[in-house]
């Protein structure tokens, strides 16, 4: 009997905590994601020194309640959980776990308190609670064309790092020391800042090779931007048109009709509706 | 009959004002632009310090007169509109309220009048003066691709700011103080530098683990630019299309058929072909 | 008689000069080639410090050896061509008149003479001379794709200028002078710099809240560079497509076919050749 | 039978070396990449001071090493390829002799041992050793995209170079020497640092026509990132379709026919419909 009242404690909080279909699941994530909110603006602001100095044990105390509310979120979602070790080894548990320890472990380290900001990426469940489904949708379509165009992108990585590795070493040697290339990392480090366009001006060339290498990987910077923008431009209208256009004429098998077709364009025959097509073929 | 007078005087000061059909209103119009304009550049040219120190007296007498004049015309506006309310709360009516009042405003609070700038907004303007309805159809194909585009980039820029965030904490953690990363705000602030690819230089990693992790960040940076160009790119592609494609049913009346469309895909009756519309019906 | 004499020397220094058709036109052509490269590269060099107190009289004759020579080129191409106000007064005759001018200049006016520069621009005879027709035709595609974009552009310019007056102007007010934001125009200036992503470093926020419009204007600005891009692609699709695709079926009308097609892909009915269609309608 | 014998053991060498089908020879290539990326790692490693001082004998010993193993390499490779002078004048036999000849030069010429790291190019290898054809089809699919956009690229490259010349020139004639825009190359070296959006910071226009200017190559730079972008989708949209457009005409064997093609475009016969190419034939 113990164990059927644990039981409906279980599913009564696995609805609250994991669901947001009644109210009180609803309510519980709203408030979550507040507190979320609210405990990254709080580490945010305790690395201000100015403010440091006057409310450091406002901080410290509400620091420490967010994490010990946020532990006993953790420990109830295991509870309430069917499979413990499927949500603690999951993305989000894995997550919840890194959002609270970085509080117990600023007891032995100092500063380690400021990891707390983790705790944004809990937010990835804002879509969940707001029944954002076209949010999700449109993500899955965007991570869709990223994964498709990840080939294409590794191996232009892979070439990208290979000339910068090369540019670097070879500005190590042209510019040498005294210009702030101290050394190959360094080099590295520069090309890196130059071929991506970011451009710090930390360290510059000031020989006229070294400024004519430079001026050759900026352009080159400047133009191969375009590969991986021209590659999830074409995964994305890919992505896109497969998303949308999923059904198929009976009568003469042409594909790709737009979503709010009811007849085929081609040869004018009727369309099954898109509800129609998941779940009972007509 | 004053009332009558009146409504005659209201609608043709509405036709001057509002409308840009009669010689009058065209003129009122481009004399306004001009003005707009005018206002803008002695605002400017009033915070150059050599140039105030020479010419105060003549900028605030046409900082002044700009604003007397924009104010009347803001009156007239109200007074000559039908519904005043509907005018005062519209866009434009907010925007020229703005753009009178920091003059006033300067009696009280000083440099407060650099904040006529907003004048220039009033030139938005510009499109009905010049009847630009080429401009306005293309400003309408832009913003309607922008508008479908919203929600993947809203996705886009929630994961950008959570990644921002963290990174941010990661190089105060890692860089402190002493490099310029004085606080986990002003950290963020470095890392949006450096992931739009702007790269300021005003605070630059030093050790090698954070010019290893700003790396990281820069190529990350450069790579996902794809990502909101490929959604706009799809989509300007998209609304282009529907802005082309102009062949109505005939039944129905839907717009909008693809190309190789040879029935509706609303209704199902058979479209026009496309040689035909134009001339010689085989 | 001696109007015959000059009417051949006319045609013969025509086809040397202005065409490329002939062993000597060609000569003719690229030897100007030669000396255009040869001249830009002494005007550059003359700029070097150190090169000019050693070598200051070899690059000044060489500086006037070069205009003289284009000098009397200048002349011939007057005389030799039919319509002289015609040659003078297009792009080419501007370009080639400014090429020789600043040198005369430098006479009177100090530094003048590092206007030769826009001698470069005479390379743009380049494609002419050695045929390239595929690089003036893909040149035309995107010239083309251009001007369709124009009014895109245009429209797209005319906000992003209105946004940075606003910005700049709240920038001068919130940072002040002593941040190095001294005037609006100078803050303008700066607001440039950031929005497009430049990021110089000569000014930059120091204050929170200046730092957050600064932020805002950063993501504005990569966010926004997708519009342009997206312009461009789709503009350059539509001239691509146009460019290649002209032929219809003279049985199903369908059009759009690929340039190497013989045979339409809806009917199999065999299609015009390409060249056929220009001239001899079988 | 000595020549036999060495024949067997040339044969033998070439599976192992050239090859990665047998369990040697892949287990050789797996040891070569390690070993490549080891000895790039070293030389990267001995530019950083603090290391050298301390380690500078292990640094050497491993660098000597290195170089032995991949000189025996080199020459194994020479000997047992059929054909000497094809191997040495490929591009990997270039890239393997430049791979080891900098530590020969080291004895002569002081820090030509950091060219080393041209090495890293070595690691192009490494697709065929994972047998990575997807990753060598997708950057065949990129770099045929990339060969189609070179025509286009190369006129966009012209105007860009003529445009930082002369606006190079105009900076130097305008700013002047103490600005830092010490020669027109230096100020051509600025145009490019601004045009492609880098913005190190070295050099800053501080006159008002100078900033003037500096915004409008500023914001061309930001428009015309646009081009090369637009170019690489539009080319890696067609290379796309052609590599993935895979039906073949039964009668000429033409590949790449549009998915919406009923008839070969070729030779004009009928085609497979795509539907009956996977399973069931109406």
């Known amino acids: 009997m113990a164990s059927q009242g644990s039981d409906i404690l279980k ?5 609250i905590i994991f669901e947001a279909e009644t109210p009180a699941g609803k309510a519980f994530d709203v408030i979550l994601l507040f507190m979320i909110v609210a405990s990254v603006v709080v580490v945010s602001l305790e690395s201000v020194v100015s403010l440091r100095r006057d409310y450091l044990h406002l901080f410290q105390a509400l620091e420490w309640a967010f994490t010990i509310l946020f532990t006993i979120e953790y420990l109830l979602r295991i509870y309430s959980s069917g499979k413990p070790l499927n949500y603690i080894f999951s993305f989000f548990g894995i997550i919840d776990f890194l959002a609270i320890i970085p509080t117990y472990l600023s007891l032995f380290i100092l500063g380690s308190q400021y990891l707390l900001v983790i705790r944004v990426f809990r937010l990835l469940r804002i879509a969940r609670v707001f029944r954002l489904t076209r949010f999700v949708n449109e993500g899955q379509v965007l991570s869709k064309a990223l994964r498709a165009s990840l080939t294409k992108i590794t191996v232009f990585l892979g070439v990208v790092l290979m000339m910068v590795i ?3 070493a070879l500005m190590y040697v042209i510019e040498g020391r005294q210009s702030g ?3 190959i990392p360094k080099s590295i480090y520069w090309a890196i800042v130059t071929l991506t366009t970011v451009g710090f001006g930390d360290i510059t060339p000031v020989t006229p090779l070294g400024q004519f290498l430079a001026s050759l990987l900026m352009i080159t910077g400047y133009g191969i931007i375009a590969v991986p923008t021209g590659i999830v431009s074409v995964e994305l209208a890919n992505a896109e048109r497969m ?7 009976p009568n003469c098998h042409k594909e790709g009709h737009a979503p709010t077709a009811n007849f085929c364009d081609n040869c004018g025959y009727e369309l099954h509706r898109k509800q129609e097509a998941v779940g009972n073929p007509a």
């Open 181 to 183: 290339y101290t050394s």
């Open 11 to 15: 599913r009564k909080l696995y609805s």
């Open 243 to 249: 998303n949308t256009n999923t059904r198929v004429c």
């Open 166 to 168: 090369v540019v670097g």
